[in-house]
Each structure stands twice: as C-alpha cells, then as structure tokens.
Nanobody, 126 residues
Framework: QVQLVESGGGLVQAGGSLRLSCAAS????????MGWFRQAPGKEREFVTF????????YFADSVKGRFTISRDNAKNTVYLQMNSLKAEDTAVYFC???????????????????WGQGTQVTVSS
C-alpha cells in the first residue's frame, strides 16, 4: 500500500501563489507518475497535471498551463505543485495521486491512478 498526504493548501488572494506538497510513504517503489487533480464544489474532479518518475516529462491542463509547475524529489518521496497567478476559478480541493504508469495519455484520467491523498483545500479570493 501507498499513503499520500497533501499539505500547503490555504486561502490566498487572486494573483497570489501557493505551493502544495504531497508526501508518499509505504510501497513507494511501486509509484511511477504522480498527478494532481482538483474538485470544485458541485463539479467533477478534473485533471491538473502529472509528472513522470524521473521528473523529465510533465503535462498540464490548459487551464493551468503557464501558471502551475510540478516537480518531485524522489529522495524525499514528495511531489510539489507550485501555483502562481492564482484565480478565483482555481478554488477547489486538490488531490495528489500515484500511478503505476510512467507516461501516457491515460494519465490525464483518474482511472490511471491507484492511490489518492485525502485532499487539501485551496481557496482563492477575488
């Protein structure tokens, strides 16, 4: 089993920045790609970004491209989501997820991930 714990959420004004962290523990050797998803009130969970195991390949949803970056520190089993130029529409619960896949189109879908964190709230005030 793998446990994922997110941190770093909070309240920020529009235009501000936040950095989320996701620490993995347990059978971390089974993890390849790590992803971030988000779910706003009344909406379905949506893909934000993923990063492959060696950190070379990343992919972003159009809605966050150019504003968010993802990185990982495999020595610390931690993935980071740096969010800049935040907008009110970025308000959501953010979830990190771990996948046995390393890269591919399927990583844009929640079904590609077999472990999930509990989520951390990000609120952007306008």
């Amino acid at each position: 089993q793998v446990q994922l714990v997110e941190s770093g959420g909070g309240l920020v004004q529009a235009g501000g920045s936040l950095r989320l962290s996701c620490a993995a523990s347990g059978r971390t050797f089974s993890i390849n790609a790590m992803g971030w998803f988000r779910q706003a009130p009344g909406k379905e969970r949506e893909f934000v970004t993923f990063i492959n195991r060696n950190g070379v390949r990343t992919y972003f949803a159009d809605s966050v491209k150019g504003r968010f970056t993802i990185s990982r520190d495999n020595a610390k089993n931690t993935v980071y989501l740096q969010m800049n130029s935040l907008k009110a529409e970025d308000t959501a619960v953010y979830f990190c997820a771990a996948s046995p896949l390393d890269y591919g189109y399927g990583l844009g879908y929640s079904s590609a991930y077999n472990y999930w964190g509990q989520g951390t709230q990000v609120t952007v005030s306008s």
